[in-house]
DNA sequence: AATTACGACAACCGCCTCTCA
DNA sequence: TTGAGAGGCGGTTGTCGTAAT
C-alpha cells in the first residue's frame, strides 16, 4: 500500500544543483510560465530531476528577488514574535519577510534564533510556568487564533523580552513598514534595460508581499512566476539593478512550445544565459539590498 | 599542518491538503 | 462522494566552509 513516488528516486539525479541545471531550469520556468505543472517539468525540460526537487529549488533560490542571508534585527525580532505566536508555521512567519523563503526562516531559526529564543524565555526574570492568563488574552496579530493550535509556552514572555508588538495590529503595522522600507531601498535604483529600452516595472507589481503566499492562491496548473517578473541584477558599475522584464513568462505550453522547441531554443542561446544571467546572478551581492 | 567541532544552508523526506475528474 | 495526482509544508539530514585546538 501507500502512494506512488513522485519520480523514481534510483533514476534521478540528487544533490546539490549546478550552474548548467539552474540555467535551464530558470529559463524553463521564466519562458513557460502559467502553464504546466512540476512533476512534468524536468522531462519537458530535459533535466534529470526530480519535479519536487525542481520546485524546490526554483521557490528557495532561483525565484526572483530573494534575500539570502544577512538577516537584520528586525527580521529577528519579527521571527521570534511570529514563532511565538504560532509557532512553526515558517511559511506564514516567511510570508511576513520580503524576499525570505520558510526554508530559510526555518534554517536561519535552527542555526541563530532558537537559541536566542530559549536564552530569551529561560532568562531568570522568566516567571516561571503559569503564564496562562496572558497568553489566553494575547491574540493580537490578524491571525485567526481559533484555528492555530495552543502558542509554545515559552512565547508567553517573549513579549516582554522584545517589546516589539503587544497590541492589535501593531504586527501587520511593523511587517508593512519593513517591507516599504525594503523595497525603498530597491526602488531608487530602478533603471531601464539599456539594451532593449525596456521600461522597469516598479517593484511594487510584487503586491503586498513577493514570497511563496502570493502563488498560494495560483492555479495548482501554473508555474509560480509574476507575469511583470523582476531581477535585480547588478550592472558592472555596481550601481543598480537591471530588470529583467521577460516577455515570455506568460506563455504556455503549446504546439508552439515543446520541449524540442525549448531544447533548440536552449541550444542557440545558452553561452549567452551562462555568460549573463547566470555568472551575474551568481555574482549579486544580496545583503545590498 | 592536521584534525576536530561547529555554523550555515541546501536539499531531501514524508505527510497533509487541495483540486479535479 | 471518492480517489488519484499534484502542490505545500515542516522536520530532518547532508555538505561545505571556517574557526578552534
Known sequence: MGR??????????????????????????????????????PQKAGLNRCGKSCR???????????????????????????????????????AKLPGRTDNDVKNHWNTKLKKRYYSLTAAPSTPPTGGDAVASADSPHGVDQSSLPPPPPAMVNLGAALATLDDGGELTRESEQLYAELMGLIEPQSTTRESTGEVMSSPSSFGTSPTASSFAAGSS??????????????????????????PCVAHTFGPASTPDSFQD?????????????????????????
Not at 528577488?65 to 538577516?71: D, E, I, P, Q, V
Not at 544565459?273 to 545583503?287: D, K, R
Open 56 to 94: 524546490l529549488r526554483w521557490l528557495n533560490y532561483l525565484r526572483p528577488a530573494l534575500r539570502h542571508g544577512g538577516f537584520t534585527d528586525e527580521e529577528d525580532s519579527l521571527i521570534l514574535s511570529l514563532y511565538g505566536d504560532i509557532g512553526s508555521r515558517w511559511s506564514v512567519i516567511a
Open 4 to 41: 506512488s513516488p513522485c519520480c523514481d528516486k534510483a533514476s534521478v539525479k540528487r544533490g546539490p544543483w549546478s550552474r548548467e541545471e539552474d540555467a535551464i531550469l530558470r529559463n524553463f520556468v521564466r519562458r513557460f510560465a502559467n502553464a504546466g505543472n512540476w512533476i512534468t517539468l
Open 221 to 246: 496548473a501554473t508555474w509560480p512566476v509574476d507575469v511583470h517578473d523582476t531581477i535585480l541584477w547588478p550592472e558592472s558599475s555596481g550601481s543598480g539593478t537591471v530588470e529583467f522584464d521577460d
Open 265 to 289: 531554443l536552449l541550444a542557440s542561446s545558452y553561452d549567452e544565459v551562462i555568460a549573463t544571467q547566470e555568472l551575474l546572478y551568481l555574482g549579486m551581492n544580496w545583503s545590498e539590498f
